[in-house]
């Protein structure tokens, strides 16, 4: 049991929550969680989606506790995936705007939530399928990057390859992603 929570450095609770320690994981979430949700909140606009992300990026923290690196700085780490959350769901967002924008162009835009969730599960299975064909590195670091939360440079530290390499993988995941569903949901 850990004693005095105020005083707990995060490097030795990211290591308890290594060894499945839930009351360490519990002091993490009450020490942050707070923060994350004001801060997303700024970002999102929404109080739903705020306390959605809190909730992933913990849940997250805890699925993937076997990788946390207790000489990283777990703050940074919960930050980075806050603004990955954060990114994605602009991303989802602007992609649907932009088509209910065409949609109402074309005159045939009516609100169907299934139809919404279909979509968004559509979006979600493409970029997936997307991202299944990228080269094994770039899958990887790409996966790292926006689901895992790390930094270039934990990226590259992780798998022993340069900041630069990092990023420009990153880049080309990025780019072919986005021509793949322009070309999927946007075509002219």
Known sequence: MLNRTDTVD??????????NDKDAFRILYNRYSRKIYCFSLKHLGSEAEAEELVQSVFIRIWEKRELLDPA????????????NYI??????????????????????????????????????????????VLPEQQQRIFQLSR??????????RKLGISVR????????????????????????
């Open 87 to 132: 990114y994605n769901f602009l991303k989802k967002k602007t992609i649907h705007n932009r088509y209910v924008e065409a949609q109402a162009a074309s005159g045939i835009l009516q609100y169907d939530p299934t139809y919404e969730q279909v979509f968004f599960n559509d979006l979600e299975n493409s970029i997936n399928s997307i991202l299944n």
């Open 165 to 188: 390499t990092v990023e420009n993988q990153i880049y080309r995941a990025v780019k072919t992603i986005k021509a793949a569903l322009k070309s999927i949901y946007f075509r002219i």
């Open 10 to 19: 995060d490097g030795l609770l990211v290591e308890r929550i290594r060894q």
């Open 147 to 156: 689901n895992g939360g790390l930094s270039n440079r934990e990226i590259a």
């Open 72 to 83: 990283w700085p777990v703050k940074s780490y919960i930050y980075r995936s806050a603004v």
